[in-house]
């Protein structure tokens, strides 16, 4: 029995390809304003040129038929795309020339959407295909129950992870420190590549540690660590790190974050340090396709630095 999401794809994607034809199958997460493939069964095809798909390649989800479908706007099996008109001005058609579209949507375990699981032909289909949607309807339904088994799976796993990171934790803070900062992103980079999550990564460097410690002496500097990460923690999810990457540099990872949460965040995060009488420079970054964790950190890391100068020439 099939019980890896992976592997279930991959197998539904060669079933329905063989069954009902169609060049092109994909396995798609929807994530805010994206729609992204996460897994392609392309089949070579006589006389038609490839759609050249690739996992981790994204497209604007309003723009794809996969959106149209689920919103209603057009059925799950269109055997000819000009015949219904959200699919003949589906933009995405420009990108990927459609003749035919089958999609049904994959659902969480709590109903919300996911993605989709679709295929597209570039040449008009026999109107006899539409006897198949039960059968496609039926195929994404066994996909959603394995894709929601694991997502939960990966909740507990996200838990087990931070249990394990116990020992890796700053001694004055009780945040994670830079080796178990390090785990967990990459662990969570494994997710993200996997699904198809977002996620949002915070630097953030304190303006006054160097001149407490200088001045006030080495208890109120560590007074400052102390409120910066009780700060921190008190803005972020169970599933979220915070961790303290240097002597005066923390560093925090939101899961499953998009843009608006990524906002909103933010602006939780200056008001907390605001509070907690804690001056410092940040930095933030969105994970999405086209660049991993690692590459979000650097960025957020630069524009926290970027932050930094601005406010040393102001001051």
Same mark, same amino acid.
């Given at each position: 029995m099939i019980n890896d999401f992976a592997a279930a794809a991959q197998a539904t994607m060669a079933?329905?390809?063989?069954?009902?034809?169609?060049?092109?199958?994909?396995?798609?997460?929807?994530?805010?304003?994206?729609?992204?493939?996460?897994? *392609?069964? &392309?089949?070579?095809?006589? #006389?038609? *040129?490839?759609?050249?798909?690739?996992?981790?390649?994204s497209f604007r989800w309003t723009d794809t038929f996969c959106s149209r479908m689920v919103l209603g706007h057009g059925p799950g099996i269109a055997p000819s795309t000009r015949q219904v008109p959200a699919y003949a001005n589906a933009p995405l058609a420009a990108h990927l020339p459609t003749g035919a579209y089958v999609g049904v949507p994959l659902r969480r375990s709590d109903g919300s959407l996911f993605g989709t699981l679709c295929g597209i032909d570039p040449r008009p289909q026999p109107d006899t295909i539409c006897d198949e949607l039960d059968?496609?309807? !039926?195929?994404?339904? /066994?996909? @959603?129950?394995? /894709?929601?088994? &694991?997502? +939960?799976? #990966?909740?507990?796993?996200?838990?087990?992870?931070?249990? &394990?990171? +116990?020992?890796?934790r700053d001694p004055l803070t009780g945040v994670v420190n830079r080796r178990g900062w390090d785990m967990l992103v990459r662990r969570e980079e494994e997710r993200c590549s996997r699904y198809g999550h977002s996620a949002c990564v915070v630097s953030l460097d304190l303006d006054d540690l160097r001149f407490t410690n200088d001045t006030l002496g080495r208890a109120a500097g560590d007074s400052?660590?102390? $409120?910066?990460? $009780? *700060?921190?923690? @008190?803005?972020?999810? #169970?599933?979220?790190?915070?961790?303290?990457?240097?002597?005066?540099?923390?560093?925090?990872?939101?899961? &499953?974050?998009?843009?608006?949460?990524?906002? *909103? !965040?933010?602006?939780?995060?200056?008001?907390?340090?605001? #509070?907690?009488d804690v001056r410092a420079s940040l930095g933030m970054a969105l994970r999405k396709p086209g660049y991993d964790l690692e590459e979000a950190y650097a960025m957020a890391d630069a524009e926290m630095d970027r932050a930094r100068r601005s406010r040393k020439v102001l001051n």
């Open positions: 079933y329905l390809r063989r069954r009902l034809g169609l060049q092109l199958w994909m396995v798609t997460r929807s994530e805010g304003d994206d729609w992204i493939v996460l897994y *392609a069964d &392309e089949a070579a095809s006589a #006389g038609n *040129a490839a759609y050249g798909i690739a996992p981790g390649q059968t496609v309807t !039926l195929m994404g339904d /066994l996909l @959603g129950r394995i /894709l929601a088994t &694991e997502l +939960d799976a #990966g909740s507990a796993s996200r838990r087990a992870d931070r249990a &394990e990171v +116990d020992s890796t400052l660590l102390i $409120r910066t990460a $009780r *700060a921190l923690e @008190g803005v972020t999810r #169970g599933t979220d790190t915070v961790a303290r990457v240097g002597d005066d540099e923390f560093a925090m990872l939101m899961v &499953e974050c998009d843009y608006f949460d990524a906002q *909103a !965040l933010l602006v939780r995060v200056q008001e907390a340090l605001a #509070g907690a």
